[in-house]
C-alpha cells in the first residue's frame, strides 16, 4: 500500500483499513488482483476511503465490504466468479454497501437484507428469501437490494396495472394482482420499485370526467345508443387489450329516454354530445309506421302479446301463457308448443274500445297523441321472415311500445340438463323335480296297467307327459336332466337348474334447451306387435293376412324448464323407459312391454343433483308340487316332489342436475368439452396394429385448434372449463352461475 496524504489523527483508521485489505489479497487467487482502500484527501472523514478492486474473488470483495461497513453477510454456496468494484474518490460506508449491491446485480446476484445481517444469493432465488416488505406508495429502501412493494389502489383495476408493470420487471423478479382487494405485489430492487411507484401513482387517478346523462327528445335512446357506439368505437383508440376505460360507452335509459356517457376525456365527451345533438332531432317526413328489428325474441309472439297489452284484451294473453308450465286437471304436466296462429295478421283498437285505461296509451305529448291517425291506438303487425315488428302508431305511443319491446327482447338464458337412469336387476332361480313313470301289458290288446307321476311346476318343456307324447321330438329346457327309456315307456326323469342373472343399465341423456321452452331426447327402437291374423282358403290356395302394429320402445325425456329471478329452477318433467320382455319373444299371445313412467314438477337450484323417483322392488317366488304322503318323507321324499324359488330384485332411480348457461362463455366451454369427450372415445376404440391385416383408419373427430377444427369448422374459440365439485358421471365441467353449487 502507499499512503499519499496521511495525518497522525487518520493511523487507527488506516490501520483497520489495511488489515482488511490484506486479509483480501490473501484470499484472492488472482495474481494480478489489486485491493485499494484508501483515503485519497486529507480533508476527508476519518471512516472515508477509496474502493479499488479489479478481477477480484467476489468472496473476498464481500468480506472486504462487510468489515468496513460493519454488515455481516451471509452468502450462497452458488456465488462464485470475480467482481469488480472502483471508486475515483472516497465514499462512506453507505456508498461501499450500494456499489457493492449495483456490482453484484450486474453479475447476476442479488443482496437481500434480513435482521442484522445481508443475503447474497443469486438473482433467481432472491424473491423466494424474507426480503423487507413495504406497504404504501412511497417505499424507504433504496439501492439494488431486493425489496417487495404492496400497492393498494383506489381507481384503477390491480389486473391492468399488472399488465403495465409486467414488461419493468426484471425478469427473475416477480409483480402479482389480488382483484380481492384491488392491490398489487411487486417483488424487485428497490431502486426500480421506486421508479413503479411513480407511474402507479400516475394510474392510480380518477376519472378526468364523470357519467353524464342526456336526454333524448325525439329519437329512441336505444336505437341512439346502438348507433353511437358504433360510431366512436373507431374514434377511442382502437380497443385496446388493456380493457374499456380508454372507450366511449353509450348506454339507454328506456325507461326516461336518455343516455347515459362515460368518456375518458372531456374531449371526447364533447365530441359525442355533438353527435347526439345532430341525430336528435325530428323527423321531416310526416307518418306514423315504424319497424323494429328483434335481436332475441320471436316477432310473432312479440306482436300477439303487444296487441293484448294495446287492447287491453287479457283473453289474447291468457292463450300465449297456455304454454308455461302448468297443471291441468288431471294433474299430468303440459308439455304443448304454443305457436302463434294468427303470425301475420293484423288488429288495432281505436280510442273507444272496451277494456280498462291503459298507461302506455298516456304519451308526453299530447298534441301527438291526438293526431296522426286519427286518434287510433296503434296496430302492431310480425313479419316473421325478417324477424320485425311493424307498428302504425303516433309518436308517443310507439315510445311506450318501444319501452316495452327493449325489455322484453332480451337474451334469454338456457338450461343444461344432465339427467341419469340407473337400473340394476338380479334374478336367481333354482328348480329340482323328479318324475316317473311305468306301465306293464300287451299292448296289443290296448290294455295296460301303469303308474306316473309328473308335474308341470317347471313347465311344459319339463313335464313328462310332453316329453314322452312327443317322442324324442320335446327335449327338456335349461338345465340337466336324466332320463331312462325303454319299449314299454319312460322310466323316469330328473331335472335340475340354477340360474343366476344380473343386469346393470346406465343411461345418462343430456340436452340443453331456452327457458321455457320443452326439450325432448327420444333413443329406442320402433317395435312391430302382431295384433291379429287370419288366413283366407280358396281350393288349394290359402292367403294368410297378418295386421302388425309398431309402438317406439326405449328411453323418452321430455322436460321444460322455468328459470325464476331468485336463481332456482321450475322443471316440468316426463320420463319414460319402455323395453321388450326377452322371455316373451317366443310367446303365441305376442311380446310383453316393460314400461316405468315418471311425470311430475320438481324446483332445484342451479347445479344441484336431484332426484326424481325410483323402485326398489325384491320378489321371492316358492313353489312345491309332490305326492301326498311320500313327497313329505325325508330324504326319499325328494324323488316323489318337484321345488323351485326365484327371486327377483330390480332397484330404478333417476336423478337429473339443471344448471343455466347465461354467457356464451358458458356455452362454448360445454360444447368443447362435449366435443374432446366425444373425440376422446373414438381414440379409445382404434383397433391395435396389427402385421397381417392392414390398418384402414377410422373416422375421428378433428382437433380444436385455436376453437376449430384442424380441418376447418365453426366452432368458436373454447374457453377452458372449470372443474365442477358436483357433476353426474360423464357430465361436462361447466361452472353454474350464480348460484352456487350444492353439494
Not at 443475503?119 to 426480503?131: D, G, M, R, T
Request: with cysteine; glycine share 10%.
Amino acid at each position: 500500500m502507499k499512503n499519499q496524504s496521511m495525518s497522525k489523527s487518520r493511523l487507527p483508521a488506516l490501520r483497520r483499513l489495511s488489515v482488511g485489505a490484506m486479509l483480501c489479497c490473501a484470499i484472492s487467487a488472482a495474481p494480478t488482483v489489486a485491493m485499494l482502500l484508501l483515503p485519497l484527501q486529507a480533508q476527508a472523514a476519518a471512516d472515508d476511503a477509496a474502493l479499488n478492486f479489479v478481477g477480484a474473488d467476489i468472496e473476498s470483495v464481500i468480506k472486504a465490504v462487510g468489515h468496513y461497513t460493519n454488515i455481516t453477510f451471509v452468502i450462497d454456496p452458488r456465488v462464485k466468479g470475480t467482481l469488480t468494484v472502483v471508486s475515483e474518490k472516497p465514499v462512506t460506508k453507505s456508498q461501499a454497501f450500494a456499489l457493492l449491491t449495483s456490482a453484484l446485480r450486474l453479475n447476476g446476484f442479488a443482496v437481500v437484507s434480513g435482521d442484522g445481517f445481508a443475503k447474497v444469493v443469486p438473482e433467481a432465488e432472491a424473491k423466494l428469501q424474507a426480503s423487507p416488505t413495504q406497504i404504501g406508495m412511497q417505499p424507504a429502501a433504496k439501492g439494488d437490494q431486493i425489496i417487495s412493494q404492496i400497492f393498494h389502489l383506489n381507481y384503477e383495476s390491480a389486473a391492468n396495472v399488472v399488465t403495465v408493470l409486467r414488461p419493468l420487471i426484471s425478469p427473475n423478479n416477480t409483480v402479482n394482482a389480488n382483484p380481492g382487494n384491488n392491490s398489487v405485489v411487486v417483488t424487485d430492487y428497490a431502486d426500480n420499485v421506486k421508479r413503479l411507484a411513480k407511474i402507479v401513482a400516475a394510474l392510480d387517478a380518477p376519472a378526468v370526467t364523470d357519467l353524464d346523462v342526456i336526454p333524448v327528445r325525439y329519437a329512441i335512446a336505444t336505437d341512439l345508443a346502438v348507433m353511437m357506439n358504433k360510431l366512436l368505437d373507431g374514434s377511442s383508440g382502437g380497443g385496446a387489450s388493456g380493457g374499456d376505460s380508454g372507450k366511449v360507452s353509450v348506454l339507454a335509459d328506456p325507461r326516461t329516454n336518455s343516455l347515459i356517457l362515460r368518456a375518458p376525456s372531456q374531449a371526447r365527451a364533447n365530441l359525442a354530445k355533438s353527435l347526439i345533438a345532430k341525430l336528435d332531432q325530428p323527423t321531416q317526413e310526416l307518418g306514423n309506421v315504424h319497424v323494429v328489428y328483434l335481436k332475441n325474441a320471436e316477432a310473432t309472439k312479440l306482436a300477439q302479446t303487444l296487441r293484448s297489452v294495446v287492447s287491453g284484451d287479457t283473453a289474447q294473453t291468457n292463450n300465449s301463457g297456455s304454454g308455461t308450465n302448468s297443471q291441468n286437471s288431471s294433474g299430468s304436466n303440459s308439455f304443448n308448443n304454443n305457436s302463434s296462429s294468427s303470425s301475420s295478421s293484423t288488429s288495432g283498437s281505436g280510442t273507444g274500445s272496451s277494456g280498462p285505461s291503459n298507461p302506455l296509451l298516456t304519451g308526453n305529448n299530447n298534441q301527438q297523441q291526438q293526431g296522426g291517425s286519427g286518434g287510433s291506438a296503434g296496430y302492431i303487425q310480425a313479419d316473421a321472415t325478417t324477424n320485425t315488428l311493424i307498428i302504425t302508431a303516433p309518436e308517443s305511443v310507439y315510445r311506450n311500445l318501444r319501452a316495452v319491446i327493449d325489455q322484453l327482447d332480451v337474451r334469454r338464458a338456457q338450461v343444461y340438463i344432465e339427467s341419469l337412469i340407473v337400473e340394476v336387476t338380479s334374478d336367481k332361480a333354482a328348480e329340482f323335480g323328479v318324475q316317473w313313470a311305468g306301465a306293464s301289458g300287451n299292448s296289443d290288446s290296448g290294455t295296460r296297467v301303469g303308474v306316473l307321476q309328473s308335474f308341470t311346476t317347471g313347465g311344459t318343456t319339463n313335464n313328462l307327459t310332453s316329453i314322452y307324447a312327443g317322442k324324442g321330438t320335446v327335449l327338456p329346457s335349461n338345465g340337466f336332466s336324466f332320463g331312462l327309456f325303454n319299449k314299454t315307456g319312460l322310466g323316469f326323469l330328473a331335472h335340475a337348474l340354477e340360474s343366476d342373472a344380473n343386469a346393470n343399465i346406465l343411461s345418462t341423456p343430456n340436452m340443453i334447451t331456452l327457458d321455457n321452452e320443452l326439450a325432448t331426447i327420444r333413443v329406442g327402437q320402433n317395435v312391430p306387435i302382431l295384433t291379429g291374423q287370419f288366413t283366407t282358403t280358396s281350393g288349394t290356395n290359402s292367403n294368410p293376412f297378418q295386421t302388425i302394429d309398431r309402438k317406439d320402445v326405449g328411453l323418452t325425456l321430455k322436460v321444460r324448464p322455468q328459470i325464476s329471478e331468485g336463481g332456482t329452477i321450475k322443471l316440468a318433467i316426463y320420463h319414460e323407459t319402455s323395453s321388450v320382455d326377452k322371455s316373451t319373444l317366443t310367446a303365441a299371445s305376442g311380446i310383453t312391454l316393460n314400461n316405468r313412467v315418471i311425470e311430475n314438477n320438481v324446483i332445484a337450484d342451479d347445479g344441484q343433483i336431484i332426484v326424481l323417483g325410483g323402485l326398489i322392488s325384491d320378489t321371492v317366488g316358492d313353489g312345491n308340487d309332490k305326492v301326498p304322503g311320500l313327497g313329505s318323507l325325508p330324504i326319499i321324499g325328494n324323488l316323489f316332489k318337484y321345488q323351485s324359488r326365484s327371486r327377483t330384485k330390480t332397484n330404478l332411480m333417476v336423478f337429473l342436475r339443471p344448471v343455466v348457461i347465461r354467457s356464451k362463455e358458458q356455452s362454448i366451454s360445454l360444447a368443447t368439452d362435449r366435443y374432446d369427450y366425444m373425440r376422446d372415445q373414438q381414440q379409445n376404440i382404434a383397433p391395435p396394429e396389427g402385421v397381417l391385416v392392414k390398418d384402414l383408419g377410422q373416422p375421428v373427430l378433428p382437433e380444436l385448434k385455436n376453437g376449430a377444427p384442424a380441418g376447418g369448422g365453426g366452432i368458436a374459440a373454447p374457453v377452458p372449463p372449470a372443474p365442477l365439485p358436483a357433476r353426474l358421471p360423464g357430465g361436462a365441467a361447466i361452472q353454474p352461475v350464480p348460484q352456487p353449487v350444492q353439494q
